[in-house]
């Protein structure tokens, strides 16, 4: 799995609290600045796709910046990263203008995974210049990016905020340099914004947000150095906080009773509120009877994940796509061309591009190891989207034998397996079985403003279907 899927495929968490640099050195009358604020953090020995976890950290380094009109913010997004990163008077008008994702508009038929409605994309996953709380302004067809401001790229100016109601997105900007490498990657705004507090924050992880404090020439800002002394501090309270997280869940839990009336829980992601880790946990179930059932929760807040059977099947669909209405088409892999014209909705004028809605309802039973299964694209909580966040599988007396190995779809190293045998009374083995572990997940602690997500394969997927790009991400 290289970094380049994954930096697609990735999502991230949140950061509520304001604790960044203490007040600088004052100055009077000082000249324009730029200051670099870290956007994730490059943490090697936590992001290991090849042992099926990865932590995303959906925070920015630091939360709280202070500036003068005219300043200009560099956030640099860290290698491998994939975030949204906008500014806006606040995390919650910015959501309520350009949803990252809502219920689909043109197509009321449930989604085969969830029974709930299927997710159509949102605006906030491209480049948006212009923008305000009432909507508007100029939304890119950037699904891959880069920002159409902001970055290196030639020509490019840095983007302008102006305060008030407005409202900038600089859409996707991995980090990757040109050749697709994990690499550092810039985007600069000016900030021509009069006094007053706003907010910076990503959109494909709800609740990863900090705070831009303008003042007037005579007060001080915040400098560099202040920054860059917080920063290492603020990345290992987070690392720890996310490893105690991640060491929590990773302990088989049931309720029930005897082999054959137990429901298992899995988590498919859990976040803190500083980190999405996308992992499922735990990733191996104990041995299943008929009359088990494995539930899957979305634990994350702000994360994306699909449960998908079996691992690596050319047959299973990609996570976003268009909508056929009794059918779902998955766009071309990495830069291919197109093989056919998107399906539409009859009477649509656009291809209606969502979330893969799933092929098998909640509740179902097993049947082989290689069946496809497919939970479908699942939002967590934060995305203020319907749910539900969860989803199941059962085991019956058809149920054949064997290893059942799943994924998911947004973040291929994400992945987990059951194993079943066949009969009604198997012991599992009592070692792996801590007794009634009641099924409580870490608290995420973000409430309902603050959920992971695993956004980045939302953004990647979503701009092949508006765009025609994508980056190049092979499902392996
Ligand atoms: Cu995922």
């Given at each position: 799995?290289?970094?380049?899927?994954?930096?697609?495929?990735?999502?991230?968490?949140?950061?509520?609290?304001?604790?960044?640099?203490?007040?600088?050195?004052?100055?009077?009358?000082?000249?324009?600045?730029?200051?670099?604020?870290?956007?994730?953090?490059?943490?090697?020995?936590?992001?290991?796709?090849?042992?099926?976890?990865?932590?995303?950290?959906?925070?920015?380094?630091?939360?709280?910046?202070?500036?003068?009109?005219?300043?200009?913010?560099?956030?640099?997004?860290?290698?491998?990263?994939?975030?949204?990163?906008?500014?806006?008077?606040?995390?919650?008008?910015?959501?309520?203008?350009?949803?990252?994702?809502?219920?689909?508009?043109?197509?009321?038929?449930?989604?085969?995974?969830?029974?709930?409605?299927?997710?159509?994309?949102?605006?906030?996953?491209?480049?948006?210049?212009?923008?305000?709380?009432?909507?508007?302004?100029?939304?890119?067809?950037?699904?891959?990016?880069?920002?159409?401001?902001?970055?290196?790229?030639?020509?490019?100016?840095?983007?302008?905020?102006?305060?008030?109601?407005?409202?900038?997105?600089?859409?996707?900007?991995?980090?990757?340099?040109?050749?697709?490498?994990?690499?550092?990657s810039d985007w600069k705004i000016v900030i021509n914004a009069p006094a007053g507090t706003y907010s910076y924050f990503c959109y494909i992880h709800p609740g990863m947000n900090?705070?831009?404090?303008?003042?007037?020439?005579?007060?001080?800002?915040?400098?560099?150095?202040?920054?860059?002394?917080?920063?290492?501090?603020?990345?290992?309270?987070?690392?720890?906080?996310?490893?105690?997280?991640?060491?929590?869940?990773?302990?088989?839990?049931?309720?029930?009773?005897?082999?054959?009336?137990?429901?298992?829980?899995?988590?498919?992601?859990?976040?803190?509120?500083?980190?999405?880790?996308?992992?499922?946990?735990?990733?191996?179930?104990?041995?299943?009877?008929?009359?088990?059932?494995?539930?899957?929760?979305?634990?994350?807040?702000?994360?994306?994940?699909?449960?998908?059977?079996?691992?690596?099947?050319?047959?299973?669909?990609?996570?976003?796509?268009?909508?056929?209405?009794?059918?779902f088409q998955s766009p071309p892999e990495g830069n291919a061309p197109p093989s056919a014209p998107p399906c539409m909705l009859p009477g649509a004028t656009r291809p209606d591009?969502?979330?893969?809605?799933g092929n098998t309802p909640s509740g179902t039973a097993l049947a082989n190891p290689t069946a496809i299964v497919d939970s479908g694209v699942i939002f967590g909580t934060g995305?203020?989207?319907?749910?539900?966040?969860?989803?199941?599988?059962?085991?019956?007396?058809?149920?054949?034998?064997?290893?059942?190995?799943?994924?998911?779809?947004?973040?291929?190293?994400?992945?987990?397996?059951?194993?079943?045998?066949?009969?009604?009374?198997?012991?599992?083995?009592?070692?792996?079985?801590?007794?009634?572990?009641?099924?409580?997940?870490?608290?995420?602690?973000?409430?309902?403003?603050?959920?992971?997500?695993?956004?980045?394969?939302?953004?990647?997927?979503?701009?092949?279907?508006?765009?025609?790009?994508?980056?190049?991400?092979?499902?392996?």
């Amino acid at each position: 799995m290289s970094w380049q899927a994954i930096v697609v495929r990735v999502g991230a968490a949140v950061a509520f609290t304001t604790t960044g640099a203490a007040p600088a050195l004052a100055q009077q009358t000082s000249p324009p600045q730029t200051l670099v604020v870290g956007v994730d953090y490059a943490d090697q020995a936590n992001q290991q796709p090849d042992q099926q976890r990865v932590f995303e950290y959906t925070d920015f380094f630091t939360r709280a910046v202070t500036v003068h009109t005219g300043d200009t913010v560099n956030f640099r997004a860290a290698p491998g990263s994939f975030h949204i990163v906008a500014l806006a008077p606040t995390e919650a008008a910015g959501r309520a203008a350009y949803p990252v994702g809502f219920p689909d508009p043109l197509d009321k038929s449930p989604a085969t995974g969830t029974g709930g409605p299927k997710i159509d994309l949102g605006p906030s996953n491209f480049s948006i210049t212009g923008g305000s709380t009432h909507g508007g302004g100029t939304v890119a067809q950037n699904p891959n990016g880069p920002p159409v401001c902001g970055t290196a790229a030639p020509g490019q100016q840095p983007c302008v905020f102006k305060g008030g109601d407005d409202i900038e997105v600089a859409g996707p900007n991995p980090g990757l340099d040109a050749a697709g490498n994990p690499a550092p990657s810039d985007w600069k705004i000016v900030i021509n914004a009069p006094a007053g507090t706003y907010s910076y924050f990503c959109y494909i992880h709800p609740g990863m947000n900090g705070t831009l404090t303008v003042v007037a020439p005579s007060q001080t800002a915040t400098t560099q150095a202040q920054i860059d002394a917080a920063t290492p501090a603020q990345f290992a309270a987070d690392r720890d906080a996310a490893l105690a997280a991640e060491k929590a869940a990773n302990v088989p839990t049931f309720t029930g009773g005897a082999p054959g009336t137990r429901t298992y829980k899995v988590n498919v992601g859990i976040g803190t509120d500083k980190v999405a880790i996308d992992e499922m946990l735990p990733r191996q179930v104990p041995t299943l009877s008929p009359g088990d059932k494995v539930q899957y929760l979305w634990s994350d807040p702000h994360n994306v994940h699909t449960v998908s059977f079996p691992t690596d099947s050319q047959q299973l669909p990609a996570p976003f796509g268009f909508n056929c209405g009794t059918s779902f088409q998955s766009p071309p892999e990495g830069n291919a061309p197109p093989s056919a014209p998107p399906c539409m909705l009859p009477g649509a004028t656009r291809p209606d591009f969502i979330g893969d809605p799933g092929n098998t309802p909640s509740g179902t039973a097993l049947a082989n190891p290689t069946a496809i299964v497919d939970s479908g694209v699942i939002f967590g909580t934060g995305y203020n989207v319907p749910g539900p966040q969860q989803w199941s599988v059962v085991v019956n007396a058809s149920t054949k034998a064997g290893a059942y190995n799943y994924q998911c779809l947004v973040h291929d190293w994400m992945q987990g397996s059951l194993t079943v045998v066949a009969g009604a009374s198997v012991t599992a083995p009592p070692a792996q079985v801590p007794a009634q572990i009641p099924a409580q997940m870490p608290n995420t602690g973000g409430g309902g403003n603050t959920a992971l997500f695993g956004g980045l394969a939302l953004l990647g997927l979503l701009t092949i279907g508006v765009g025609g790009l994508r980056l190049a991400t092979q499902r392996r």
